[in-house]
């Protein structure tokens, strides 16, 4: 694989000191990516939606030390120091050195916030880990102005790709695809491109509505679950079918046919969570409520002609899937009924966005 392109080359300024903000989303897989292979290759091509108002917000401050073999940092999470990031964290810069050299003749103070509630269960490593490598990026245009939007957004989803798969997808948006792919122009395993083929207005402002079915610390953190694949019985099929969903998909984005739609993003999630049902060690990530919910939206579906569906993480949250126009209706819905599914009534209306932003 070569990723000589990545590689800092120049540096044409001495800069002693920096400060960078950047807000980055997190996003909403439709083809799931679970199974990866060394260094945080996938094994099969994923898609999202980037979301809008599920975010991360990061501001690195840069200061000029003399060279250290390891990056030095400092973690401030919503103002409180925070070492038990730390590790993942120092394990990410490792693995990125070699492409960002510059990072160890900086003192790095690194402070990050999220737009969700705490141990909500929505997953902060995508966004957390893009507004690192955004910050990052900035630091390096400074160092070489001559560098381009496109190597500049390339080259952070190439990085934050290294710190989680999924964070590869929350550069920009609407809809990213990770993963080399025959039938997706420029698909690349090291990093995201935003999916190149015009989308059916129906997608356009797609609402995902995130209901906190179990905001507790995730029952299997995404290395064990990743991992889980490893000698699985049906991960040579899986992959092989996220692969033709993702084919699937990207003629269904262009189309708008819906019916299609729902079914396939219903059947990429309990996909998920059947290679989880049926891994050794297994785990039943839903809960109750997760499928109390499944049943409320099947039977609205039904009875209003709609075009609500759902997809899951790897854990018991729902997305609640639906068109602008169906906004209103479905909002109504949501509050009324599935709202008493979720942990303390708690959800989160969000929708499709565009990507980082720098503050
Ligand atoms: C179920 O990106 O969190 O959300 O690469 O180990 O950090 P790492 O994994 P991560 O896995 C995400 C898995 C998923 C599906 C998806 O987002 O595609």
């Not at 737009?115 to 929505?122: K, L």
């Not at 900035?138 to 952070?156: D, G, Q, V, W």
């Not at 989803?157 to 999924?166: C, D, E, I, K, Q």
């Not at 491109?193 to 209901?211: G, R």
């Amino acid at each position: 694989m070569n990723t000589s392109e990545f590689l800092f080359i120049t540096k044409d300024k001495a800069i002693d000191s920096a400060s960078f903000t950047w807000q980055t989303p997190s996003n909403i897989a439709l083809v799931k990516y679970w199974g990866k292979s060394d260094p945080q290759i996938p094994k099969n091509a994923s898609i999202s939606f980037t979301l809008n108002n599920c975010h991360t917000t990061t501001k690195i401050n840069f200061s000029k030390i003399n060279k250290v073999e390891k990056a030095d940092f400092e973690l401030y999470f919503e103002g409180k120091k925070k070492d038990d990031f730390k590790p993942k964290i120092a394990k990410f810069f490792e693995r990125i050195q070699e492409y960002c050299p510059y990072i160890l003749e900086y003192k790095m103070e690194i402070h990050s916030e999220n737009s969700f509630p705490h141990s909500s269960g929505i997953a902060s490593s995508a966004s957390g880990m893009s507004a690192i490598a955004m910050c990052l990026l900035s630091l390096e245009k400074e160092l070489s102005p001559e560098i381009t939007t496109e190597h500049f957004n390339k080259k952070a989803s190439f990085l934050a790709r290294l710190g989680s798969g999924s964070a590869s997808r929350s550069i920009e948006g609407p809809l990213v695809v990770w993963g080399e792919h025959p039938e997706i122009k420029g698909s690349s395993d090291l990093f995201g491109v935003k999916f190149p083929y015009k989308v059916h207005p129906i997608f356009e402002d797609y609402q995902d509505a995130i209901l906190l079915v179990d905001k507790g610390e995730k029952q299997v953190s995404s290395t064990v679950g990743h991992n889980l694949m490893h000698d699985h019985p049906y991960a040579e099929n899986r992959f092989k079918q996220a692969n033709e969903n993702l084919s699937k998909l990207s003629k269904i984005l262009q189309s708008g046919d819906m019916k299609q739609f729902i079914n396939l993003v219903e059947s990429e999630a309990l996909t998920l969570h059947a290679m989880m049902l049926t891994s050794n060690p297994y785990f039943i990530l839903m809960k109750p409520n997760t499928l109390e919910i499944i049943n409320q939206i099947w039977k609205y579906r039904e009875e209003n002609d709609s075009n609500i569906c759902f997809t899951l993480d790897a854990g018991a949250n729902v997305h609640v899937l639906y068109p602008a126009s169906e906004k209103e209706a479905i909002n109504q819905f949501i509050k009324n009924t599935l709202a008493a599914y979720c942990q303390k009534n708690q959800y989160i209306c969000d929708k499709s966005g565009y990507g980082a932003k720098i503050l």
